[in-house]
Structures are given as C-alpha cells and as structure tokens.
C-alpha cells in the first residue's frame, strides 16, 4: 500500500524458536502492500498454539485485504472475526482444543499531519509495541494479564508480582472467549519514528534499558537491531520463542 505523497514504511522481521522451546508458535507477517504488521504467540501446547497463530494472522490479513475501509474499526473487526474463527476451529477438531494466541497489530490507515504516517495499533494479551522517536522508547500497548490488570490494582509491588504463581496468565487470548476485549491506539509516524512489535520471549527477558539503547542505536539497520534483540533474548536464557517485527517511517 502507498499513499500519495507520504514516506514509506520500511521493516524486517524476524523469529527464533529460543533455547527450551521444541517448536516455534509464535508468527508474524509483514505485508508492505496492505500496509500491514503482526506478531502472534500462540498456546495451547503440542501443535495446536502454532495453528492458533498462524490461523489468526492470515485471517486478519484476509479480512482487511477484502475490506472496504482502511481505518481502526476494520482492524478491531478482523480480530474480533479472527477470535470467532479460531475458536470454531478449537471446538470443531480435539486435537486444537484450548488453542489460542495472542496479536499486537500495526496497520497504516488514513488521515494524520502532512509529511506523516498514521497507524492504529491493536492488542491483545501480552505481546507488545513499543514507538521509538526522539523522545526515546515508550510502550504503547498495555499488557492483558493478571498481573497487569489486577496484581498491579491489587497494590502489589513488582519483586512479588516478577514471582507470583499467576504472573503468566492473560486475561485475554484471540480463540479463547467471547467477548474478546481489544486494546486500541492511533499513533503519527514522523520520518525516522520506529515502532517495535514484539512476543514476550523478547520483552519478557530483555531488561528496557537494553531494548531501549538497540532502538536508539541510529548506526544499525533495522535488521541488524532485529538480529541483536533475539540474541539478547537468547543469551538471557531464551525461555520462550522470540518475534520481533521492526518498522521505521522513512
């Protein structure tokens, strides 16, 4: 996709099954035509979390392929639609039961300042974006877990909530309920703002300040940026699969 008279968007992804994981279940698309980002983390053990994602990036992409409206409310609608079909897969075949993913998404849609790009971002679980621009990193999206959403209004500090027996539980899962609560947001893309879109086998490892000074390392290319957070991950243990998708405003 290209409008007329804004900058491109240029981005690299990248995926690594980490250091204990047998199977990668995390996936993502960069679809540069339809304008188009995602990463997913699925669950659900043997095979059926890797069909969970896979199944719901495609089936967003479809969706907004055939949509006749670029804007936030088509991409809350694909996921929303995406939801219903992962969980008549799940219901319809034994071996997929209790399959479900997580989605962070970028999209480009239309409107925003001259000379800018504008991208609604949707979320839901914990896989994350972030924006970096010259202000430095913030995190977009807010994480759809227990911790997040009730440890942290329970009053609980961060050195229980790091190793609390809830701390890895969503409060929500594309493919699980209905339903399916979606985080929304819209940001404007100044040349050279990047937006970071990651699965938490690489936000849930690497500490910020390390992700922090990647993103602002204006020497390396988004590939090399992608390739050095994975191996950040990795050398922290690589407890889970790692997705990374990276994209800058040109």
Not at 7 to 33: F, S
Not at 121 to 127: N, P, Q
Request: hydrophobic share 40%; charged share 25%.
């Amino acid at each position: 996709m290209s409008i007329i008279g804004k900058p491109m968007i240029e981005a690299y992804g990248l995926t690594d099954r980490g250091c204990v994981r047998t199977n990668n279940e995390d996936w993502y698309l960069i679809d540069a035509e339809l304008g188009l980002y995602i990463v997913a983390d699925g669950m659900g053990g043997a095979q059926a979390g890797e069909h969970a994602s896979h199944m719901a990036v495609d089936f967003v992409r479809d969706r907004i392929r055939n949509s006749p409206r670029r804007d936030e409310e088509a991409l809350v609608e694909a996921i929303q639609q995406a939801n219903t079909a992962v969980m008549q897969a799940a219901s319809s075949n034994a071996r997929l039961e209790g399959m479900g993913t997580t989605l962070v998404v970028a999209m480009e849609v239309n409107g925003g300042p001259p000379g800018a790009r504008r991208m609604a971002i949707a979320s839901v679980g914990d896989s994350r974006a972030y924006l970096c621009d010259a202000k430095g990193v913030h995190e977009v999206t807010e994480d759809q877990t227990w911790v997040n959403e009730i440890g942290r209004r329970l009053g609980m500090d961060d050195a229980v909530l790091k190793t609390h027996p809830m701390r890895h539980v969503l409060t929500m899962a594309v493919g699980v309920s209905q339903p399916l609560r979606v985080n929304r947001y819209t940001r404007d893309l100044d040349p050279g703002t990047q937006i970071l879109l990651s699965s938490d086998g690489l936000h849930g490892v690497v500490p910020s300040a390390v992700l922090s000074e990647a993103l602002m390392n204006s020497a390396r290319s988004l590939e090399a940026k992608c390739r050095f957070l994975i191996e950040a991950a990795r050398d922290a243990g690589g407890p889970d699969n790692i997705t990374t998708v990276l994209l800058r405003a040109a």
